[in-house]
């Protein structure tokens, strides 16, 4: 007798008592059926979506079937020996197998290429919940065109939904303009033949609970900090300790003319009085002439600024007030930086950078991020460096992310040779960063990323291979390959491939 396949509910039939009778009994399965029925034709099967069509990042890395290739453990010709180990073990050897993903607490990035699951991120949020994640600051490198700026741009656009304001100190492509305005924020556009004006030694508004002289001190110690880095990145050396006596003296005559008339000091006057022996040497009692010969350089250095091809722009009352009610604020420098000798944009990037770390100075004005986009280009500068340095580590008590974006891991190594100032004040930029992002690098650079970030050979394989948009995310020791998806408004947004295409 042939055997007649019997279709099987999932959900257990309708239960009926054994004793009732048999109408009755025929009578509830004929309602399952019908219900059953009903159910399935009112659930279309869902439409497949077929490869082409996919968004590239959404499909799945590899076909149902799994992994092809004679690597796919399939088909029997594989055999290993039994081996048992702790998942702690196997997370050594294989990182991406046991990750649980950081939680669904935080800012949408992508999906999680391993676990096929979102990925969300939020070093607020992370902070104090997870081991090893003492800081919000993140470094993101990869090779040009890789996405790194969609991804900071995203990161920035979906932080906003979350009350945390961006800002940008020095936009050197301009193409952060585009971001601010499309989420109603600011953009001050500095170059020869515009407007805008930024007093790099304006002075912040006074945080609610410090001292007016505690207050004062801060301010003149920012200043000072600012005028040497301008003066070491254009002398390119450390100063001598009579130019540091001299710049204190200068700035605090000229701070002293300012607060008499009621105005704000610049930096020109500066410049002036370094080139103005005698009032320089009156002022600390020194023999004629000494102060004022340690000063010559400094003076010539300040004149850049004041005369040379950035004339005006930070010399001058700024044009703009910091408003902290914006969502986002970038200072767009495409107008500065010409081929070749870059120190007229780190000397913007210094003052830009000044005049908006001292806006950011008040620990009550909320959760931030300020993104350094392309800061590859100031890594030969220790003096911005130092500067750089004293915000992260200031971040966790102004609350304050700093996320710092470079092509390769190499470039950290560019600062100085082992040992000195600059290599030490790089790798010091690094270990503070709890997030590392690690985009595609190319094949000459694996081992340098590999030994600065302590990667293992799965995840610097992993590195090699990585795909546009696609990165591997290390948030202290623990490890994720996420695919960034991208909105189709932030895709136009975000283009800076437009020129690429007919
Ligand atoms: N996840 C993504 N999905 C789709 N397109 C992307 C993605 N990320 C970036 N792109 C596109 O790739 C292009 C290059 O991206 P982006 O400008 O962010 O690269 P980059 O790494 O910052 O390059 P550079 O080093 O030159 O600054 C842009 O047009 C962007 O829209
Ligand atoms: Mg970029």
């Keep these: 007798m042939a055997r007649t396949t019997r279709t099987r509910a999932t959900a257990s039939p309708l239960y009926t008592p054994s004793r009732i009778d048999r109408r009755s009994r025929r009578a509830a399965r004929e309602q399952f059926t019908t219900a059953r029925k009903q159910a399935r034709d009112a659930s279309p099967t869902p439409m497949r979506l077929t490869g082409s069509s996919m968004d590239l990042g959404l499909r799945a890395t590899y076909p149902s079937s799994g992994r092809p290739g004679p690597t796919s453990a399939r088909g029997g010709s594989l055999k290993l020996p039994p081996h048992r180990m702790t998942t702690a073990v196997a997370a050594g050897a ?3 197998l046991a ?15 391993h676990a096929e699951g979102a990925f969300t991120y939020d070093p607020f949020a992370l902070y104090g919940r997870l081991d090893g994640f003492t800081n919000p600051n993140i470094l993101l490198a990869g090779i040009i065109g890789m996405g790194k700026s969609a991804l900071a741009k995203s990161l920035g656009v979906r932080a906003v939904a979350f009350g945390y304001r961006i800002y940008v100190p020095c936009d050197p492509k301009g193409e952060w303009s585009i971001v601010a305005s499309a989420l109603g924020g600011q953009t001050i556009a500095l170059g020869p033949g515009l407007t805008g004006r930024l007093n790099p030694l304006d002075a912040p508004a006074r945080p609610r609970g410090v001292d007016e002289g ?6 003149r110690k920012r200043r000072l900090l600012l005028l040497g880095s301008l003066a070491k990145t254009v002398l390119r050396r450390e100063l001598h300790p009579m130019e540091h006596t001299a710049l204190d003296v200068a700035l605090d005559q000229v701070v002293a003319r300012a607060e008499a008339s009621g105005t704000t000091p610049l930096l020109g006057e500066i410049a002036q009085v370094l080139g103005f022996p005698e009032q320089l040497d009156s002022a600390v009692g020194e023999m004629p002439g000494r102060l004022v010969h340690a000063a010559g350089d400094l003076a010539h250095a300040l004149r850049r600024l ?3 091809d950035l004339a005006g722009l930070f010399d001058a009352p700024s044009t703009v007030a910091f408003d902290p009610a914006a969502p986002m604020l970038s200072i767009d420098l495409s107008r500065l930086g010409g ?4 120190t007229a944009l780190v000397l913007a990037m210094t003052c830009a950078s000044a005049w908006m770390e001292s806006a950011l100075a008040d620990p009550d004005a909320g959760q931030r991020w300020v993104i350094y986009d392309e800061a590859w280009r100031v890594m030969r500068h220790a003096a911005l460096l130092e500067r750089m340095q004293s915000q992260w580590k200031l971040s966790r008590g102004l609350g304050i992310a700093n996320v710092m974006i470079i092509h390769r891991l190499s ?3 560019t600062a100085g040779d082992a040992g000195s100032r600059g290599r030490a004040l790089a790798e010091g930029l690094l270990t503070d960063c709890s997030t590392r992002i690690i985009y595609r690098q190319e094949a000459d650079q694996l081992g340098a990323a590999a030994t600065l970030l302590g990667l293992t050979g799965v995840e610097t394989r992993a590195v090699s291979a990585l795909t546009k948009g696609r990165g591997l995310w290390k948030v202290a020791g623990r490890s994720f390959v996420t695919q960034h998806l991208l909105h189709p ?3 136009e947004l975000f283009d800076t491939d437009s020129r690429m295409h007919a």
């Design 94 to 96: 294989y990182p991406f």
């Design 306 to 308: 004041v005369h040379g």
């Design 411 to 413: 470039d950290l190594l």
């Design 214 to 219: 505690d207050w004062r001190t801060e301010v």
């Design 99 to 113: 990750e649980g993903g950081l939680g669904a607490q935080g800012i949408y990035v992508g999906h999680d290429v």
């Design 489 to 491: 408004r932030e895709r």
């Design 339 to 342: 081929a070749g000798d870059d």
